[in-house]
């Protein structure tokens, strides 16, 4: 049976997303001691705010059978974050989670040095893009892989078919990012009006926004566009998930710890419902469910744009050319 | 300090073999569609150690189809003797233990940089602005450090400055490791040294993104990355965003920034050890003749 894994900030949202059928919940926790940077790809504002409100949520979520992963969250590993990392990762490994999300192999050798028994999970920050990256994850101990984005099914199949005592997760629906998550170093950035075009607090991303576009011809730099010329969101993968499950992938994992609460709940029972139905066979109910949804207001902006996941690489909205 | 030069145009390559530098690097960095065949590698290779200069291989983030195509190459390389290859995957590290005549290196895309957001600089002035808009958070954080100073720091960290990671490298035969030319980055080069390490610094541009979806094709309307005709060989181009405030430059499925290098800098390079420094020959350097080269490595010594 493929998981749905739900995004959760709070213990409202905790208990939305388990009410609307999400198998696991993941989220990120504040960790004392670390200023938010605006390195990490979420604003702290999302994550849940306190070890006690962790273990209200673990306690919740077990109580329904479902398992609670916590992420790392620090996109790098230096020795100048270890003491923190090290009690943050002691904290919540008291509080009884069910995994941990690790986001850089450094912290996968500290989870490792630190001889855990909670499991370790890669996250995306891994940029796992293909079968021999995944086994030397899991020659590190690694139980679950969060493959990249970028991957077509074939790829996915692949991967999955040559690891099989590894799970393997992917992204499903919400924001998946133009760029490769651990090379990109202008996104999900915060920062407090860092012009006077933008606000406080305002999360800059460098592929959302227009760019003026010049190439140099003789010498002199002429202007060929104004365009989101960075722009290759993906954002849902309703129509993949027939063969999403046949891959033979464990979880599909849905982004928005930053979006608000009926996001949360609503795309978790939309996915709920059509996995239930694919993995019941019954494939015409799926097909009608999915015409119903085109106009779902989770829904009609991806598929009004084409923001699929897992399309062809070049498949992706804005195919602009110069002069447009 | 040795020089090397990077391409992965073959006649670029030819090019550079007439040069005065001492290493040429050949292959992608960023897309496995520019991966050379057997054939090519085989050329280049023989130009390469016909020159007397060393030959080191780069491969790019890799698919299943590209680590495939991948393993081919280090076949070949690996009948050749010693020669380095520069991975910039966990899979292409993964293969490389197979292979006993080859040196693995690792490259700038594994090094997790802070400092490569285009806003680094505003970032860490920032500190002092937190401070003052966020009382409670003014306090001394851990380790003792204000905000300010924290940030400065930590924007001068990379993801080998952490022991477990370099000893994990070095567990699989790492001995050179690959940088982007970031100034503030220049004095955590040192301890990299002590450890064993041997620093190569990338000139000029540093990446500050790069994705599968090529930004570049899909704007000059490319159909699909197999059929793509690789216009990244020929032509970058140059963002601007007043909103951002930033000036990128993209060429294929990057996205890079400049920080410009002074003599101070080159200095500071000096004395943080590096071993070698790495000039790209692409559409955004516009290095495409052998007397550029000779030209930099002339101005270098001075």
């Known amino acids: 049976m493929v998981k749905i894994l739900a995004p959760i900030s ?3 949202a905790t208990r939305g997303a388990i009410a609307a059928g999400a198998d696991e919940i993941y989220c990120g926790v504040k960790i004392p001691g670390i200023i938010y940077t605006g390195l990490s790809t979420r604003p702290d504002w999302c994550s849940l705010q306190s070890y006690d409100e962790l273990e209200r949520v673990v306690n919740y979520a077990h109580r329904y059978g479902v398992k609670t992963i916590v992420t790392t969250e620090f996109p790098f590993m230096a020795d100048l974050i270890e003491k923190e990392l090290k009690n943050f990762v002691g904290s919540v490994v008291e509080r009884d ?11 996968i050798l500290m989870l490792r040095h630190m001889g855990l028994h909670t499991p370790i999970y890669a996250s995306t920050y891994l940029a796992s893009m293909n079968y021999e990256a995944v086994d030397l994850l899991k020659k590190l101990g690694v139980k679950r892989v969060m493959v990249e984005r970028h991957l077509r ?9 040559r690891n099989k005592d590894v799970e393997i997760e992917v992204f499903v629906h919400g924001p998946g990012c133009s760029n490769i998550n651990v090379s990109c170093h202008g996104c999900g950035t915060v920062i407090h009006k860092i012009t006077e075009k933008t606000t406080k607090d305002e999360i800059l991303s460098l592929c959302r926004n227009r760019y003026e576009v010049y190439k140099a011809e003789h010498g002199e730099m002429i202007k060929v566009a104004d365009a989101p010329i960075l722009d290759a969101l993906s954002w849902c993968s309703l129509c993949q998930l027939p063969d999403l499950v046949e891959t033979g992938v464990t979880g599909l994992k849905i982004v928005g710890r930053e979006c608000d609460q009926k996001y949360q709940e609503e795309v978790v029972r939309i996915y709920k419902e059509l996995v239930n139905l694919l993995e019941a066979g019954e494939i015409e109910p799926y097909h009608k469910k999915l015409e119903s949804l085109r106009s779902h207001e989770q829904i009609v902006f991806a598929c009004q744009q084409r923001r699929c996941y897992y399309s062809n690489l070049f498949n992706v909205p804005y195919r602009v050319k110069p002069g447009m | 300090m040795r020089i090397a030069v990077q391409t992965e145009n073959f006649k670029l390559l030819e090019e550079a073999s007439t040069s ?18 057997q054939e090519t590698l085989e050329k280049a290779y023989s130009i390469v150690t016909g020159e007397s200069k060393e030959f080191t291989f780069v491969a790019p983030r890799l698919s299943n189809s590209g680590i495939e ?6 076949t070949l390389l690996d009948e050749k003797g010693h020669v380095s290859v520069v991975f910039n995957d966990l899979g292409t590290l993964n293969i490389l233990s197979n292979y006993k005549n080859l040196r693995p290196r690792l490259g700038r895309l594994m090094v997790r940089i802070p400092a490569r957001s285009p806003w680094t600089e505003k970032i860490a002035q920032e500190g002092l602005v937190a401070v003052r808009r966020y009382p409670r958070v003014d306090q001394l954080i851990s380790g003792g450090f204000f905000v300010k100073r924290w ?14 990671t370099i000893e994990f490298y070095k567990s699989h035969g790492v001995r050179d490791i690959e940088i982007d030319w970031i100034p503030r980055l220049f004095a955590r080069f040192v301890p990299l040294r002590r450890q064993g ?9 540093f990446p500050v993104t790069m994705t599968r979806k090529c930004h570049t094709a899909r704007f000059l309307g490319e159909e699909s990355p197999e059929e793509c005709s690789r216009p990244c060989l020929k032509e970058a181009f140059v963002l601007r965003s007043y909103i951002l405030d930033v000036e990128l430059f993209l060429l294929g499925n990057a996205v890079f920034s400049y920080v410009p290098p002074s003599p101070e800098d080159f200095k500071r390079l000096r004395k943080a050890n ?14 495409e003749r052998a007397e550029k080269i000779d030209s930099f490595i002339m101005s270098l010594n001075a």
């Open chain 1, 10 to 12: 709070s213990l409202e």
């Open chain 2, 274 to 287: 590096v071993a070698e420094v790495i000039l790209t020959m692409n559409p955004i350097t516009n290095i």
């Open chain 2, 151 to 164: 940030y400065e720091k930590l924007f001068s960290y990379t993801s080998l400055n952490y022991a477990p």
């Open chain 1, 153 to 161: 099914l074939d790829e996915i199949r692949e991967i999955v078919e």
């Open chain 2, 197 to 205: 390490l041997s620093v190569s610094v990338h000139l000029n541009h």
């Open chain 2, 20 to 37: 005065s530098c001492d290493v040429i690097r050949f292959g992608p960095e960023f897309c496995e569609h520019n991966l050379p065949n």
């Open chain 1, 97 to 107: 989670v069910d995994a941990i999300i690790a986001t850089d192999l450094g912290i």
């Open chain 2, 69 to 74: 195509r991948v393993r081919k190459l280090l």
